[in-house]
């Protein structure tokens, strides 16, 4: 789940100030959105004489109807990367693997007809998906791969469950 990345407060929770608050919220949303591919809204707080910013990151949206307009917004970014000569691909996690009630599933709603893909094979693993089966679906629009591994059961915690290449039991 999102959260909030707050910039300008130290470990226990002062504001320390930012050098130059009005350029960071003028380039951060830009610059997310063109290097992660997330929208967010950052705002600059005041506090005491003392400046920090706020980075929140949309809600993950719910319905179909919601991951479509997600998907809208990628294509664009998509589109825009396009024309500067780059690659976008969307990285999945488990839950765009996961049908909606409506029996949609979000990866296709967010990928749309041009959105390229990156497939995590072991997010999909996680999410209840065959990789095989999306690997040929989105085949000739799929870049790059992301490959790691899944430990046994129980294991590797601290590591979210995941293994490196080979020691796990993908």
Known sequence: EGGTLTIGRNDEGGVVSVKDAGKLLEDLPNKVRDILGLIVDVRQKKNGGREDVEINPEDRPTTAEGWRAHGAKLAKISEDMERRGLVFA?????????????????????????????????????????????????????????????????????????????????
């Open 90 to 170: 969307y990285h999945n996690h488990d839950f765009e693997m996961i049908p909606l009630a409506d029996g949609t599933y979000p990866i296709d709603l967010l990928l749309g007809d041009t959105v390229k893909f990156e497939p995590d094979l072991a997010w999909m693993v996680v999410g209840k998906a065959d990789p095989l089966v999306w690997l040929e679906k989105y085949s000739g629009r799929i870049p790059a791969v992301h490959v790691k591994d899944l430990a046994p059961e129980g294991e590797n915690v601290e590591e979210r469950g995941f293994a490196d290449v080979g020691h796990g039991r993908l």
